[in-house]
């Protein structure tokens, strides 16, 4: 049986551990290899593992700490790695039957950080086909399941991150937000994720210039967040926009005494299920407990900044995967046929007006956010759809009324349009149906410091998750 409690260990308290020489990182690779044996015909988190490469990293990350060397930021901490991004000589398959034979060139930026800090990729985590989904199944890996309650979706596209760590089979894990990809299932399974600014993060080419699109970190703590954000982020040579200098986020923050913290229950046009809407005042009032005045504001968005973020990832997000339509397009999934389908009718006059709809939405916010600290709002307006939805052809209705299949569940598209904010996901609560639901700590532009300084006040006057079994999923 595997040791529960090692595998909702902090992954801060783990690295103490090690250096402590009170754990040995074999031990805690061990123990998420029996965890993942007895859950994934569950949940079904892992398209690729590398388990023997795994324990051979973690004997010599044992070896080091033993010896006292020097060792790495993440030094014997196995982490999922997102099935979309590249390691050197390793397969990457994006979802995709396309793919299904692909093996990787090159490493992707992050990755490399990750590996050069002593990271042990032991797993690929799942996604759907391409990440354009906010649910997560594929033709190649089948349905990935929330571990909370199987019959929802972790949600996506990052949502073999998500399931991983809400299940116990990783340390810390990485994602990807195009839409909402790291908030949507860190909310649908109760964890901390966090979308950066743009440029924060390298990326490779071409999405690095794609200014929705933010490599970031999964995991059980707002500290653990912290630790995978501080080795990810930074300038790179491959990356123009890549910002310098590097963010240092600090380890410990002031207290948000006397903080302003602005709350948005929809947007403007969100249509949000009363738990959610139940989960997120009680998440409010743990702000005011740690000093802070929480005022409800109103913003005059609508329907149209869902419409403009939808355009713009048709127009260059479905046109990258319309390559692959025209080369496989008999094995691809609906969803993601559909979406590269409305790629190659896209025009520019469409993409220049999903650009004047960002400048009006920030001339609201970018005052709101002068006014006050963070705002806060909703993750997801649902708390999740089911495991096998698709948004090709099956529908979403809240509170009785329909919503867009794609997008128009979740509340994460705006902070992709305005992507220069930070944005920091934490639980809120629960449903009925068991699922997590979270809220979204919004940030001044670059201000990703603010985020996580919030972020610690809620966690500590509120309590971690994962801590004992009755905060932990029922897998096993």
Known sequence: ????????????????????????????????IAQAETVEPTINAFTFTHYDEARALAKKAEAKY?????????????????????????????GSLSMKDFIAKTTTIVNERILAEGGIVH??????????????????????????????????????????????TSALCTGSDIGGSIRIPASTCGLAGFKP?????????????????HAGPLARTVADVAL?????????????ASLKPKLELPTSFDSISNWKIAYSPNLGYYEVDHEVRANTEAALDVFRAAGATVEEIELSWGEECLEAALAYLEHLFGAYIAETLET????????????AEKGQVSSSKTFLGTLEVAGRMYSELGPILEEYNVLICPTTALPAVAADFDQAHDTVEINGKPVNPM?????????????????LTLPSGRASTGVPTGIQIVGRTYCDADVFQAGMAYETEAGSWFTDPASRPALS
């Open 1 to 32: 049986m595997p040791d529960l409690d090692l595998c909702y260990l902090p992954a801060t308290e783990a690295l103490a551990r090690f250096k402590a020489k009170t754990l040995s990182p074999v031990e805690l690779l061990d123990a998420y």
């Open 407 to 423: 997008l128009g569940w979740v509340m994460t598209s705006p902070f992709n349009t305005l992507s220069r904010c930070p944005v």
């Open 328 to 339: 496989h397009g008999e094995v691809l999934t609906d969803y993601a046929r559909m979406f």
């Open 197 to 213: 600014p743009y440029g924060r993060n390298p990326e490779d080419p071409p999405f690095n210039l794609d200014f929705y699109c």
């Open 123 to 168: 797993a690929r985590t799942a996604t759907p086909e391409f990440s354009c989904a906010g649910y997560c199944h594929s033709k190649l890996w089948g349905v990935t399941r929330n571990p909370w309650n199987p019959e929802f979706t972790p949600g996506g596209s990052s949502g073999g991150s998500a399931a991983s760590l809400a299940a116990g």
């Open 66 to 94: 033993a010896a006292g060397e020097d060792t790495g930021a993440l030094e014997g901490l196995p982490i999922g790695i997102k099935d979309e991004s590249y390691i050197a000589g390793k397969p990457t398959s994006n």
């Open 228 to 240: 995978l954000q501080n080795v990810m982020c930074g300038p790179h040579p491959r990356d123009i």
